[in-house]
């Protein structure tokens, strides 16, 4: 059993949740988010709470509950305070610049990066281009932007140059010494 999975989501005040079959709603001052979940996932609102269970007593339904909970705790966080992920550019030269619904990235090649933001989350640029700010209702998705930015340059280990996601770890390495 999950221990995650067990605990009710508490629905705050200014959230509506409606769930239709395995398809939860989840509408808040932010937005609204909607997912499809499997039959192995049985949720249910009942007393301003939300509650999320095994559909049926398989094996796998006995992993998904829990994901599943995590996923609906999500949305309803997303909804009402949003997701923000914070990245730091750092190299001679490198830096960003927001235009319309694309980000141009200057990472060192011999050609700028161009890279079209999804629809449903903001960047915004600050400090000549070395910082940029992800913000959206949709934790996956945020995420999901974060990574493809840090994808195109990721952080080298000697110099430390590169995209760098503020709270993840990056592994430095001393350089050679002369013995």
Do not use: C, W
Request: aromatic share 6%; charged share 20%.
């Amino acid at each position: 059993m999950s221990r995650i999975g067990k605990l009710p989501i508490n629905i705050p005040g200014a959230v509506t949740v409606t769930v239709d079959g395995y398809t939860i709603t989840v509408k808040g001052p932010k937005g609204e988010l909607t997912k499809t979940f499997t039959r192995d996932v049985a949720i249910e609102v009942a007393d301003n709470r939300i509650v999320v269970s095994p559909g049926n007593k398989s094996r796998f339904a006995s992993a998904m509950y829990g994901t599943a909970r995590s996923i609906v705790n999500g949305m309803v966080e997303g909804v009402v305070n949003g997701f923000t992920k914070n990245i730091e550019i750092t190299g001679v030269g490198y830096n960003a610049t927001h235009k319309g619904n694309a980000l141009t990235l200057k990472l060192g090649f011999s050609h700028d990066i161009n890279y079209d933001i999804p629809d449903g989350i903001t960047i915004t640029v600050t400090d000549n281009g070395v910082k940029l700010n992800i913000e959206g209702i949709d934790k996956q998705i945020v995420g999901q932007a974060a990574a493809s930015i840090r994808h195109y340059h990721p952080v080298e280990p000697y110099k430390g140059k590169g995209v760098h996601i503020v709270g993840q770890h990056e592994i430095r390495k001393e350089g050679k010494t002369v013995a």
